[in-house]
């Protein structure tokens, strides 16, 4: 069939309702199975003495020591990935450049490297016997088995996040509104600032949660740049996994449903986010 226009109209049947309902089902069951039904189990089992063990556990001097880590990486490689993912999206989007295609293929680079292999990396560079290991050691400086390690670790396998949530978006936005105000003589600062900004915000925001989700629960690369010393570069995964090898149950899911909880906290954030982005493109005057 074709439509008054010309064009081809394209049929589209609808599916029976028990289809419909039996895919919610399967939603719904996938959804209890891979989500709620962990977070009950860790629930029940920090709570399986009440709730004095619970608060002691994290309240552990070697707990506190772990979240302090975990916020104050957080809180480093958060801000850094925001500005490098930023720029990255910035010049993908909009601008054609020798070697485009080989920064979007390293933007996903730390998606295709297992977490535990990006660590090594850091160790074979900056270990006592890594390339700069010598040298780092002759000033006195230490990278791994330090803070300055564990940041670089996280930095690296969480760098993808915003800028790969931005570079769909402004790709699907395109050029124009940039090119009209460089016709109108905006520099490109004004031009970043008061185009593109306001249209990629909403986006920008939720990739920045999810980064900063995966930083503070990213295990295997900061496990081994660590060197797993109680107080000073155990971050809460890391912390989680020595109280769990030593029998410490009740801690280990204490502190597990604390991280949970940091990590729900973003996702609802994120879903807020979202929902205030789709709001405010629905408010939007049609152009």
Same mark, same amino acid.
């Given at each position: 069939? &074709?439509?008054?226009?010309?064009?081809?109209?394209?049929?589209?049947?609808?599916? +029976?309702?028990?289809?419909?309902?039996?895919? #919610?089902?399967?939603?719904?069951?996938?959804?209890? @199975?891979?989500?709620? @039904?962990?977070?009950?189990?860790? +629930?029940?089992?920090?709570?399986?003495?009440?709730?004095?063990?619970?608060?002691?556990?994290?309240?552990?001097?070697?707990?506190?020591? !772990?979240? &302090?880590?975990?916020? /104050?990486?957080?809180? #480093?490689?958060?801000?850094?990935?925001?500005?490098?993912?930023?720029?990255?999206?910035?010049? #993908?989007?909009?601008?054609? %450049?020798?070697?485009?295609?080989?920064? /979007?293929? /390293?933007?996903?680079?730390?998606?295709?490297?297992?977490?535990?292999?990006?660590?090594?990396?850091?160790?074979?560079? %900056?270990?006592?016997?890594?390339?700069?290991?010598?040298?780092?050691?002759? $000033?006195?400086?230490? #990278?791994?088995?330090?803070?300055?390690?564990?940041?670089?670790?996280?930095? %690296?396998?969480?760098?993808?996040?915003?800028?790969?949530?931005?570079?769909?978006?402004?790709?699907?936005?395109?050029?124009?509104?940039?090119?009209?105000?460089?016709?109108?003589?905006?520099?490109?600062?004004?031009?970043?600032? &008061?185009?593109?900004?306001?249209?990629? $915000?909403?986006?920008? @925001?939720?990739?920045?949660?999810?980064?900063? !989700?995966?930083?503070?629960?990213?295990? =295997?690369?900061?496990?081994?740049?660590?060197?797993?010393?109680?107080?000073?570069?155990?971050?809460?995964?890391?912390?989680?996994?020595?109280?769990?090898?030593?029998?410490?149950?009740?801690?280990?899911?204490?502190?597990? =449903?604390?991280?949970?909880?940091?990590?729900?906290?973003?996702?609802?954030?994120?879903?807020?986010?979202? $929902?205030?982005?789709?709001?405010? $493109?629905?408010? &939007?005057?049609?152009?």
């Amino acid at each position: 069939m &074709r439509r008054p226009g010309g064009e081809p109209r394209v049929e589209v049947a609808a599916e +029976a309702p028990w289809v419909r309902r039996l895919a #919610i089902l399967l939603a719904v069951l996938v959804l209890g @199975l891979l989500l709620l @039904l962990p977070l009950l189990a860790v +629930a029940t089992e920090a709570l399986r003495r009440g709730w004095t063990p619970v608060v002691a556990a994290i309240t552990d001097p070697d707990a506190l020591a !772990a979240i &302090r880590l975990t916020l /104050l990486i957080a809180a #480093i490689s958060v801000p850094v990935n925001t500005l490098g993912g930023l720029a990255a999206a910035w010049c #993908i989007a909009k601008f054609d %450049f020798p070697g485009r295609a080989l920064l /979007l293929a /390293l933007i996903e680079l730390p998606f295709s490297v297992s977490p535990v292999i990006s660590g090594l990396v850091w160790v074979l560079l %900056f270990g006592a016997q890594g390339w700069l290991g010598p040298w780092l050691q002759e $000033r006195d400086i230490q #990278i791994v088995f330090a803070l300055p390690g564990l940041v670089l670790a996280t930095i %690296f396998v969480t760098f993808p996040f915003v800028a790969r949530t931005l570079v769909p978006l402004m790709q699907e936005q395109g050029r124009s509104a940039e090119e009209a105000a460089a016709t109108l003589g905006a520099s490109g600062w004004q031009t970043f600032r &008061r185009v593109t900004l306001p249209d990629i $915000r909403w986006a920008l @925001l939720s990739g920045v949660l999810l980064c900063n !989700a995966r930083a503070m629960g990213e295990f =295997g690369a900061v496990s081994v740049v660590s060197g797993h010393i109680r107080g000073e570069t155990n971050t809460m995964p890391l912390h989680i996994e020595i109280l769990y090898n030593e029998y410490q149950f009740v801690g280990a899911f204490a502190v597990a =449903g604390l991280l949970a909880l940091l990590a729900l906290v973003t996702l609802a954030a994120k879903a807020l986010l979202e $929902r205030s982005g789709d709001l405010a $493109r629905l408010r &939007r005057p049609p152009a």
